[in-house]
C-alpha cells in the first residue's frame, strides 16, 4: 500500500514550531499556536475589509 501525504498541522520539536502540510510539503512554519492563530485573525480581517470594500463600491455604482 502507498503511504499517504500528510496533510494538516503538525508541532515540530527541534526547532519548536507549529507547522502547517499539504500533501506532505511544507506550506507555513510559525513559531508558536499563538503566531499562527494571530495571523490568521489578521488575514481574515484584511479578507473582511476587502469584502466590504467591494460591496461598498458596487452600491456606488
Known amino acids: 500500500m502507498a503511504s499517504e501525504k500528510k496533510t ?28 499562527l492563530v494571530e495571523t490568521h485573525m489578521k488575514g481574515l480581517a484584511a479578507l473582511e475589509r476587502e469584502l466590504d470594500a467591494t460591496i461598498e463600491s458596487q452600491y456606488k455604482s
Open 8 to 35: 494538516g498541522i503538525f508541532y515540530a520539536k527541534d526547532p519548536k514550531a507549529v507547522v502547517v502540510m499539504h500533501e506532505g510539503k511544507e506550506v507555513f512554519r510559525y513559531r508558536s499556536v499563538d503566531e
